[in-house]
């Protein structure tokens, strides 16, 4: 299948910093990428949909001043966490589908792990 | 309203034993089906899926999963469990009215002892 590629898997930051989030296609072009969060032991949250080259859609309850999305292109999505606290934390996951082939399954990324200190 | 239940939390089970994993839904019209696994700390990896066609749909690692229409359910099964199948399994369904839009059960964690 296609291929997903989020960079940094982990990271920690400090209370306040920002710290942003990569998806890739790496064989593929999405003009749609999404963006998940999960808690533990719970499952994925949509937070808000990427569309290369205008304004993600965000889900209702989640602060766009404070996850900043860009989609500059059709094989990368960017996710910002903007003055990060530690209620931040949490495991972020993205995930594209592929429009060459119109698969109906997403592919998703190995998911990054956020720790605010 | 579109939704997805796994019912339970948790799945225990001998290896060499069977399994299920199950999944009910409520979505309007005939959606797609998927399901997932998710192991630690990691991105969830495409098991399989239900479009149309056979009810029965096999997918990787030897698991395969049955539609359910007038129980509308998909519940994954394998005819005989191995220790590296332990994981967390999610069950997702994409309603014909909006592709882009997944929803996901709350995971099952499938625990299989040696």
């Known amino acids: 299948g296609a291929v997903v590629s989020q960079h940094p898997s982990r990271v920690i930051c400090k209370s306040g910093t920002s710290v942003k989030i990569e998806c890739r296609s790496l064989?593929?072009?999405?003009?749609?990428m999404f963006w998940y969060r999960q808690f533990p032991k719970q499952s994925l949250m949509l937070m808000a949909t990427s569309n290369e080259g205008s304004k993600a859609t965000y889900e209702q309850g989640v602060e766009k001043d404070k996850f900043l999305i860009n989609h500059a292109s059709l094989t990368l999505s960017t996710l910002t966490v903007t003055s990060a606290h530690p209620e931040d934390s949490s495991f972020y996951i993205c995930?594209?589908?592929?429009?060459?082939?119109?698969?109906?399954?997403?592919?998703f990324g190995q998911g990054t792990r956020l720790t605010v200190v | 309203a579109q939704s997805v239940a796994q019912p339970e939390d948790q799945v225990n089970v001998a290896e060499g034993n069977p399994l299920t994993v199950k999944c009910t839904y409520s979505v309007s019209g005939n959606p797609y089906l998927f399901w997932y696994v998710q192991y630690p700390n990691r991105g969830l990896q495409f098991l399989l899926k239900y479009i149309t066609g056979d009810n029965l749909v096999k997918g990787s690692y030897g698991f395969e999963a049955e539609f359910n229409k007038s129980q509308t359910s998909f519940h994954l099964k394998k005819p005989s469990a191995l220790v590296s199948d332990s994981a967390l399994y999610f069950c997702a369904v994409r309603p014909p009215v909006n592709f882009n839009k997944f929803y996901f059960g709350s995971g099952t964690k499938l625990n299989v002892k040696p």
């Open positions: 064989d593929f072009q999405a003009t749609t």
């Open positions: 995930s594209a589908r592929d429009l060459r082939t119109m698969n109906t399954e997403a592919f």
